[in-house]
């Protein structure tokens, strides 16, 4: 019983008040976001909605931490457009699951934990790049739809909704001054809802967007044959989604632990988003991921546990059977300006303050990640490139590290001493170094100061042992660490090794 109360968290202390209070806020600011995504992907506008309740609840209740917040992300949402267009939605719903299982799978075989590679300017521009797009997402707020054709709102309907935009940015920024027993998202959003409904305003609410009136998501498997060909279709899609899907999810992850001070679960994570989209799949849901912004609504509300997720998710289903009446009738100036905060608070402005302090290739990745980021809107794309080009860099500098000191011992024979890590990209330099035809004929290479890393480097120490042997000189090797000597033992098959006592062991060739 214990390890099912501490499994759910239900141990941990909660602010009851502060958890509902920050549950229905979130739940108000990812309504429009979930219709918008449905609506770009082309389906229906509940299946957004589902997909925020589905996602919500079922990450809420398993998910790797507390104070995350999952819904239909337009991250995943946008990989499958293509699919709906060719094959029509219940392919997309099929891909939803299959991405739903493979993301469960990447927490089963703890494969969650690959995220702590990804490098802080990696990080910067992933958070950088998604602030912006949030930002310019609300900037589309103030276009209007006429006779099939999108312009930008003009006069007085401008006037209005950037007004009320303001006015809730205001209340947002200086109500906590006042109190912050009331998340300060909520205050705005029900301010301004009064004032519009109070003077009669005529400005553009939820309900423009779409109708959000619907019953129960109920349960089918989706309408496609269960044939090769099918899975052959829907695969490739399922794999970028499923991976778009986790690097959001965790790196929201990294961001909270990093705003907590806490540690969350990322295998743990990666099962509970497996989970929600494979439910999402059978239940008509577009599916999704962690969401950065509505995870910082909920952080910056105060809270600090789950009940807040499961809330927020249980007000969207509430609202889809009951709610929408009242719902439909929120400005979206409201909506707009508490999105715009959030924007704010995402950019990583402390990136900005030190960026003379960083090295060029870090800036240059930073901006990198953040560009792909915004212009193409793939965050697996823009992050992976960011961890290659990091990682290649990262090589590139220890190459040049490899250095070796020479000297004559008093038994006559030459000492390298090797500093720097022994590794494929250091690998040319280190036989570079090595005097082969003039050296005597016992030679010690110590690597007290360095370390054995890849099979590229064993080969190379084959390749030195090798030629010193074709002119009958011998080399030993000295002060290796244990994991150095483990590589060469895993190696015998592959190049001749024989171990003489540690610290010392010699490296000989056929």
């Known amino acids: 019983m214990n390890s099912y109360l501490k499994f759910f968290d239900f141990k941990q202390k909660i602010n009851y008040k502060t958890e509902v209070l920050a549950g229905l806020t979130v739940a108000m600011t990812m309504i429009p976001e979930s219709l918008s995504f449905a609506i770009l992907a082309g389906l229906s506008p509940i299946v957004g909605l589902y997909a925020a309740f589905l996602m919500g609840l079922v990450t809420a209740i398993l998910g790797g931490r507390p104070g995350m917040i999952s819904g ?48 802080q ?14 930002f310019m997402a ?76 619907a019953g129960l998501p109920s349960f089918h498997l989706p309408a496609v044959p ?32 990093e705003i907590t001070n806490s540690k969350g679960n990322a295998n743990r994570e990666a099962m509970a988003q497996g989970s929600a989209n494979i439910v999402n799949g059978f239940f008509g849901g577009m599916g999704g991921c962690a969401m ?9 509300a105060g809270s600090r546990a789950r009940l807040s997720g499961i809330i927020g998710a249980l007000t969207i289903l509430a609202i889809i059977l009951f709610g929408a009446p009242v719902i439909e009738r929120i400005p ?24 003379n302090k960083m090295p ?52 006559g024979a030459k000492v390298y001493e090797i500093y720097g890590p022994l590794f494929f990209g250091s690998v040319s330099g280190f036989i570079e170094k090595f005097d082969i035809d003039n050296d005597p004929s016992e030679i010690i290479i110590d690597f007290k100061e360095s370390r054995v890393a890849d099979m590229s480097a064993i080969d190379a120490l084959n390749k030195i042992t090798a030629k010193y042997a074709n002119i ?39």
Not at 125 to 134: D, E, H, T, W
Not at 474 to 492: G, M, P, T, Y
Request: with cysteine; net charge positive.
């Open 332 to 355: 979206m100036a409201a909506l707009v300006g508490v999105m715009i905060m959030v924007a704010i608070g995402t950019f990583e402005w402390v990136s900005l303050r030190i960026i």
């Open 138 to 213: 609300q900037i589309e707020q103030f276009k209007i739809v006429e006779n099939g054709v999108t312009t930008w709102l003009t006069g007085v309907p401008l006037y209005i909704m950037a007004g009320l935009t303001l006015l809730t940015i205001a209340v947002v920024l200086y109500f906590p001054k006042i109190t912050k027993a009331i998340p300060a998202s909520l205050i705005a959003i029900i301010v301004v809802f009064i004032l519009v409904l109070g003077f009669n305003i005529n400005t553009k609410s939820v309900g423009d967007i779409a109708s959000i009136k």
């Open 226 to 257: 269960f044939t090769l060909e099918t899975l052959q279709i829907i695969f490739p899609f399922s794999l970028v989604m499923a991976g778009v899907g986790m690097i959001e999810s965790l790196l929201t992850l990294s961001m909270v632990d």
């Open 472 to 510: 009958n000189k011998h080399v030993i090797l000295k002060h290796l660490s244990q994991d150095c000597r483990n590589k060469l033992e895993k190696a015998k098959g592959v190049i001749a090794i024989t171990m003489e006592d540690d610290p010392t062991y010699k490296v000989v060739s056929n």
């Open 360 to 411: 060029k290739s870090d800036i240059f990745v930073g901006v990198l990640v953040a560009f792909i980021t915004v212009v193409l809107h793939n965050l697996a794309l823009a992050v992976l490139v960011g961890v290659v080009i990091s990682a290649l860099v990262f090589a590139w500098d220890n190459a040049k590290r490899i250095r070796a000191r020479k000297h004559i011992n008093a038994e």
């Open 72 to 119: 239909g992300a337009g991250a995943t949402v946008v990989v499958l457009i293509a699919l709906s267009d060719m094959h029509g939605v219940e392919y997309l719903f099929a891909s939803v699951a299959l991405a739903g299982l493979m993301q469960f799978l990447v927490g089963v075989f703890k494969l969650g934990k690959f995220v702590r590679l990804i490098p």
């Open 121 to 134: 300017p990696v990080m910067y521009g992933f958070l950088n790049g998604l602030a912006i797009i949030i």
């Open 292 to 300: 950065v912004a509505q995870t910082l609504v909920n952080l910056n």
